[in-house]
């Protein structure tokens, strides 16, 4: 089974992606990809806060897969301007 730690190599190098039109200076790329990162944490706080309130216990998988979650659903309305 792959560590779930992989997971975020993908997720960095994503937005690194797309962060690169529009951005001529590493720091303009570092910047959007923060901002990617951040609003994903912001819409994984009520689902990570429901899951704890309802199971008990959660683990570095469940907040990675959450994270993934939203920040996927961030990359794919910003793609399609929904």
């Known amino acids: ?3 779930v730690r992989w997971l975020w190599v993908p997720l960095v ?5 797309l ?3 529009g951005n001529e200076t590493i720091g303009g ?6 901002g990617h990162f951040f609003s994903a944490a912001l819409v994984a706080v009520v689902p990570v806060v429901g ?3 309802i199971y008990r216990d959660i683990g570095e998988k469940e907040i990675t897969y959450i994270f993934a979650a939203s920040w996927a659903y961030l ?6 301007k929904l």
Not at 29 to 34: A, E, Q, W
């Open 1 to 3: 089974m792959v560590n």
């Open 13 to 17: 190098g994503a937005s690194a992606f």
């Open 19 to 21: 962060a690169l039109p």
């Open 29 to 34: 790329v570092l910047g959007d990809v923060v």
């Open 51 to 53: 899951y704890r309130l």
């Open 75 to 80: 990359v794919i309305s910003q793609l399609f």
